[in-house]
């Protein structure tokens, strides 16, 4: 059996790693894990990542979870070209500093203004307190103008002159609250300049296919009983 890469285009982390996949020409089967529906609890699933996440990553009888392992695993493996991660040791350092960075901060806000702003109350039929989304927001925004000043400044990319694993995982992540609505490039143009150049690099095609199903992800049925019950876990933490 050769690469599996286990994902839900849902998922911010599996687009990143389905795209660096697909741009890299790396061959592998996708085994789609459906988490609306609950699949990464399934027993099955946990034999591939006891996490029970997604992204995961199966090679013969090698398998990895976490989405920045994977995509330096499949980058290593398949001899990706350099601009995804340097080695040059600054350039490499600052993709490693965004990659560091954006796991509590960015992400973190991201999911959370998709969540509140759509899913809850649109998929899932919880009304969501407007100070709770209005707090979120400001957090986003305040992640939007570091990821400016701080990461991007007047490079073109995050990391330099090229695209790398930083800007691959930046975009899909402030994908998930342009998908619930958000302004998040209107009012900022040397970010939205920078989008342009990310979706540019990596191809208009396939930038479309990987966000395809978040962007339609505001068209899902209301979720069932069950369903619910499975993301209420969830639902308490992105609530808060």
């Known amino acids: 059996m050769g690469l599996e890469l286990y994902l839900d285009l849902l998922s911010q982390p599996c687009r990143a790693v389905y795209i660096f996949a697909k741009k890299n020409d790396i061959p592998f089967e996708l085994r789609t894990v459906d988490l609306l529906k609950g699949q990464h609890h399934s027993d099955a699933f946990a034999q591939v990542n006891p996490l029970r996440k997604?992204?995961?990553?199966?090679?013969?009888?090698?398998?990895l979870a976490e989405s920045v392992a994977?995509?330096?695993?499949?980058?290593?493996?398949?001899k990706a070209p350099?601009?995804?991660?340097?080695?040059?040791?600054q350039a490499r350092a600052r993709v490693d500093e965004y990659l560091a960075w954006q796991h509590t901060a960015?992400?973190?806000?991201?999911?959370?203004?998709?969540?509140q702003k759509m899913m809850c109350p649109v998929i899932l039929?919880?009304?969501?307190p407007p100070e709770t989304l209005a707090s979120t927001l400001a957090e986003l925004d305040w992640c939007l103008q570091l990821l400016e000043d701080k990461f991007l400044k007047d490079e073109d990319f995050l990391a330099g002159p090229l695209i790398s694993m930083a800007d691959l995982v930046?975009?899909?992540e402030l994908m998930h609250p342009v998908s619930a609505g958000c302004q998040v490039f209107e009012s900022r143009p040397k970010l939205a300049a920078w989008r342009?150049?990310?979706?540019?690099?990596?191809?208009?095609d396939l930038f479309q296919e990987a966000h395809e199903v978040v962007m339609k992800a505001k068209d899902l049925p209301p979720a069932d009983t069950a369903m619910k019950e499975k993301l209420k876990?969830?639902?308490q933490v992105l609530l808060h």
């Open 170 to 172: 930046a975009i899909t």
């Open 54 to 63: 997604v992204p995961a990553l199966k090679d013969g009888d090698f398998t």
């Open 125 to 128: 039929g919880e009304q969501v």
């Open 196 to 204: 342009q150049r990310v979706e540019a690099a990596v191809g208009k």
């Open 70 to 78: 994977i995509l330096l695993y499949l980058s290593r493996k398949y």
């Open 106 to 115: 960015l992400r973190s806000s991201c999911t959370r203004a998709m969540w």
């Open 233 to 235: 876990p969830l639902i």
């Open 82 to 89: 350099d601009h995804w991660y340097p080695q040059d040791l």
